[in-house]
């Protein structure tokens, strides 16, 4: 807050060496007048300042009371309708919500500018509170956004620096009365909220979300208005006054929006100190209250970093742009907005090489655009003028210039035509160099294409060849298993699934080794035919029991082993990944006759069994132990006690 003495002498350095606007360029002391004057005033005229002030304060109180005037706790509070309700009518919807808008506000506000003590004040804290939420709910389609509580806070600091507290009583002029109207210290919060609403008439779009637009009254949006809007600085702004660097930022991967969301929505707040941020604003609200300037100052402070940037990896360039470094004294942050007013009038390769040796002294080298080359490049085999030592050959140049000079000896202008022929060569000689470094250019542009061609095409071939010795080493390892697989292999087929497999493991292991194609060719020798030799004496098999003897029931498998019927080698000697069946897996061995219901045909009394040598007779060692169990004796003894007996199972199988 100002004296009264401070603040007259300050008003009247204003109003007594200004007449308008423009020249307030360069006035200091009460910077909330000027910034008034530059954004709210409708002219110079300090007669209409209470009238302007008078209708905007009258709006911010209305305001405030309407929307500020909710309960803060409802304890106690009677709102009316059902709590839980989610018709947007009921008033506890709407409470609810500003519930929800004040806690936004709140974690803001809390953490703002944690290094200044002024913000930590609590009356100043709810200032930015009231403000921020008047404005939210009037414009409830945009709602609060990360950032403005920054532009809010130091709009209140600087209108509550040069506020004049009231009730100050001196001998006054009628200047005086106006002046204390202006800075009038009970509306620091209307006159805050005032320039506020004023500067977001312009940035209120870079707050906005795309995705948030549609269902509001309004057309579905793609990226973000900033996003969009961070593309255009870089893609379009930068690439016309620095291709290289544009190019460069563009190959680091360096996305705009990173680092201009924040630039762009904090007016350059978080890059300059206070002190500093000030006159830029004070710059920019006196050239450009709509704010068109702003895209331009970003490019302007782009160039002057150009060349660290354009040396800087990706992490580098990441941590300048994050991390703006401050401007030396000479040139202080308040001259990007001069720079930007050159950049906007002078969007070409020199101006922006003009603002880059203005600050560096170094001239960056001169190229095509990006977007000259792609189209030289794409239109190489169409260009009708060929090689570009071709354009104007150097004989008939002379020859046409010879004739030239001889005619205008006769006409009296010799001096101008030799002036005029002189530009001619120097104009032609610089075009000839231009257009060869932009053919040199295209030619690198047309070897990479070639190149990337050529690879594509090898990696393509060896994929094939990968494909194929794959598929030659998926058909060795089969073989090799259906070989193993064969219960009778003989020494040689084991032997050359072996070879097989060693093959493919010497193919994985090197994978520039020729697979052996000769290893799928061999023939697998033929399985040698079984000997039929009598079958080995069967194993102990389980007794079924009756009523009037014990019965020996045989495994199916042994019975089949036996079966003199079956071609040598053909069922026992073939595997099951060979066999045709499809029923193979799942077929059950057929019963033998003396285990089928038609036993009784083969004679199965009791006194006929008696004599066979599936039941034993009733005495010696080799009689009946127990009740129906019977012992049998292994070696030669078992076998010819078989042969002499009735055997069921061989007479199953010779049917």
Request: aromatic share 8%.
């Amino acid at each position: 807050m100002r004296e009264i003495q401070e603040a007259r002498k300050q008003w009247r350095a204003i109003f007594d060496n200004h007449t308008e606007r423009k020249s307030l360029r360069s006035a200091v002391g009460l910077r909330s007048v000027c910034w008034k004057i530059w954004l709210l005033f409708p002219d110079f005229d300090p007669a209409t300042y209470e009238r302007t002030l008078s209708a905007e304060r009258s709006a911010y109180e209305a305001l405030r009371s309407s929307f500020v005037g909710a309960p803060e706790d409802t304890d106690g509070v009677n709102l009316g309708g059902d709590p839980l309700a989610e018709d947007e009518a009921n008033p506890w919807t709407r409470y609810r919500k500003d519930e929800e808008l004040r806690r936004e506000i709140v974690q803001d506000v809390e953490r703002c500018m944690p290094d200044m003590p002024h913000f930590r004040d609590p009356r100043v804290q709810a200032s930015l509170r009231e403000i921020l939420f008047v404005y939210c709910k009037l414009n409830e389609d945009l709602g609060y956004r990360q950032g403005m509580h920054e532009l809010v806070a130091v709009l209140l600091w600087v209108l509550g620096g040069d506020a004049v507290e009231e009730g100050v009583q001196e001998e006054e002029e009628e200047e005086d009365a106006v002046m204390k109207v202006v800075l009038d210290s009970r509306y620091v919060d209307h006159d805050t909220f005032s320039l506020f609403q004023v500067i977001m008439r312009a940035a209120k779009a870079w707050y906005e979300l795309g995705e948030e637009a549609e269902g509001r009254g309004r057309p579905p949006r793609g990226r973000p208005p900033i996003v969009e809007k961070s593309r255009y600085i870089h893609e379009q702004l930068l690439v016309q006054v620095d291709p290289e660097l544009g190019d460069h930022l563009k190959a680091l991967d360096v996305l705009p929006q990173v680092f201009l969301i924040r630039w762009i929505r904090l007016l350059f707040g978080r890059e300059f100190p206070l002190p500093e941020l000030l006159e830029v604003w004070d710059t920019l609200f006196a050239e450009d209250p709509d704010l068109v300037l702003v895209d331009y100052i970003c490019v302007a402070m782009l160039l002057r970093i150009r060349w660290p940037l354009v040396e800087a990896d990706y992490s580098t360039a990441l941590t300048l742009v994050l991390r703006y470094p401050s401007p030396p004294a000479p040139h202080p942050p308040a001259t990007f907005v001069s720079d930007a007013i050159h950049l906007r009038d002078n969007l070409t390769l020199a101006g922006g090489r003009h603002i880059i040796m203005q600050y560096s002294s170094r001239e960056p080298a001169a190229r095509p655009s990006a977007p000259a080359v792609s189209a030289r490049v794409s239109a190489r085999t169409k260009s009708p003028l060929g090689s570009p030592t071709r354009f104007i050959p150097g004989v008939q140049l002379d020859s046409v210039i010879s004739g030239v000079l001889d005619r205008g000896e006769k006409w009296g202008v010799q001096r101008a035509v030799g002036r005029a022929v002189a530009d001619v060569k120097k104009n032609v000689v610089v075009f000839q160099q231009q257009q060869s470094a932009q053919w040199a250019e295209a030619s690198k542009e047309v070897a990479r294409e070639e190149e990337l061609v050529r690879k594509s095409r090898a990696l393509s071939k060896r994929l094939k060849h990968d494909e194929e010795r794959r598929k030659l080493l998926e058909k060795m390892v089969g073989l090799s298993i259906d070989g193993l697989e064969q219960e009778s292999v003989d020494p040689a087929g084991r032997k050359l699934a072996l070879e097989r497999l060693r093959e493919v493991r010497a193919c994985l292991k090197d994978g520039t080794r020729t697979v052996d194609v000769a290893l799928l060719e061999t023939v697998v020798p033929a399985l040698v035919p079984l000997p039929l030799s009598p079958p080995p004496p069967p194993k102990p098999a389980a007794y079924k029991k009756s009523s009037s003897t014990t019965v020996l029931v045989k495994p199916a498998v042994a019975l089949m082993a036996k079966t003199p019927g079956s071609p040598p080698g053909g069922f026992v000697g073939t595997s099951f990944k060979n066999n045709s069946d499809p029923d193979f897996l799942t077929h059950k061995p057929r019963s033998s006759l003396a285990q089928s219901s038609f036993a009784w045909m083969l004679g199965d009394d009791p006194s006929t069994k008696a004599k066979t040598g599936f039941v034993a007779s009733g005495g010696g060692s080799g009689g009946r132990k127990g009740s129906g169990e019977v012992r049998r004796e292994g070696g030669e003894e078992g076998r010819e006690e078989c042969e002499e007996g009735f055997d069921l199972g061989n007479m199953g199988t010779k049917r």
